[in-house]
């Protein structure tokens, strides 16, 4: 019932129910829950138990009474013809290395929550840098920030996974909804952090969720975070936000410069034109940059990786550094 209730993958409710010594039983009662899932996803775990169940020609009167109960909930599921545009589910990623795995509450549709509730390509490459190389990320002088977190994976890793973790990471995104969904993210996987909406910087936590469109970036605002490392995946599709994103950058680049401040930004190339238009942008907002695709991503990382996570184009990789723009006033 944890399972089915907590929307964990429907093979993992599947599997658990076959160690039932009563599984339609142990479904009914899964149903007669208070709060249950969506359609779709009770859809997805009744389907293949019913298909099953009518093969049985050897079930007692109670497994009969279950079966005609589920048989019942799902005609009315159909019935409805109930398929919601988002429906939410958790999927698990497992470590190649071992150790507890990080669960993410995501959408199905890649659209929710402004794009910030899915697992997309770039997100997970950076999440396999962040493990491959977590000495970059490492220490009580590192200071992590994230833009357009998303469902919250690359930033999971750095929280998690990282020995000693960052003085700081700050995982952010420009929309409150994703900024919720973050933050149940870090609730789910035992991360201690704060939220923080106000665009202030919530200092007495070392861990915050924070919602920060990238135009609300100030050169205040950077200087009270003063990143050391900022990493940002998946970010660059749509070329109306070039020069939010180049100034968000600059902004928090150049406050730091003694620090040696640098991001990486992952980018998955869907079109060259698009990817040229940020390139342009970073140069008109005085960062300079480089290709280092075959330098730092690199496969593995983790053991298992659920559907949602197909290839949609070449993931490239770039570090940036610099800036010039100390007001949003000069250009």
Not at 146 to 169: H, R, V
Not at 197 to 218: A, I, K, N, Y
Request: a negative charge.
């Amino acid at each position: 019932m944890c399972l089915y209730t907590g929307r964990a993958p429907a093979a993992d409710v599947l599997k658990a129910l076959n160690a039932c010594p009563r599984p339609l039983a142990a479904l009914c009662s899964c149903l007669d829950a208070d709060t249950h899932p969506s359609a779709a996803y009770t859809h997805r775990v009744l389907a293949p138990v019913l298909s099953i169940a009518r093969a049985d020609d050897a079930l007692d009167d109670d497994d009969a009474e279950c079966l005609d109960r589920l048989h019942d909930a799902h005609g009315s599921l159909l019935a409805s013809g109930t398929q919601p545009a988002d429906v939410w589910i958790h999927r698990r990623f497992t470590l190649k290395r071992g150790g507890t795995p990080i669960w993410l509450r995501n959408s199905s549709n890649m659209l929710a929550c402004a794009t910030g509730a899915h697992v997309w390509p770039a997100g997970l490459a950076l999440a396999r840098l962040i493990l491959a190389h977590p000495q970059r990320f490492s220490g009580p002088d590192a200071r992590v920030l994230e833009l357009g977190a998303g469902a919250g994976l690359a930033a999971l890793c750095c929280a998690l996974k990282i020995d000693p973790p960052p003085a700081s990471l700050v995982i952010s995104d420009g929309s409150i909804e994703a900024v919720a969904n973050l933050s149940h993210n870090f609730e789910l996987n035992g991360v201690h952090h704060s939220v923080v909406v106000d665009g202030s910087s919530d200092v007495e936590c070392r861990v915050q969720v924070m919602h920060l469109p990238w135009d609300r970036v100030t050169l205040e605002l950077a200087g009270a975070m003063a990143p050391t490392i900022v990493l940002a995946a998946d970010v660059c599709y749509d070329p109306a936000d070039a020069p939010s994103l180049a100034c968000a950058l600059a902004l928090l680049l150049s406050h730091n410069r003694a620090a040696c401040a640098s991001a990486i930004v992952l980018v998955t190339k869907r079109n060259a034109d698009t990817v040229s238009c940020f390139q342009h942008a970073w140069r008109d907002a005085g960062l300079s940059w480089r290709d280092e695709t075959d330098t730092i991503l690199s496969a593995g990382g983790f053991q298992h990786l659920p559907p949602a996570t197909h290839d949609q184009g070449e993931v490239v990789a770039f570090t940036l550094s610099g800036g010039h723009i100390y007001s949003r006033d000069v250009t």
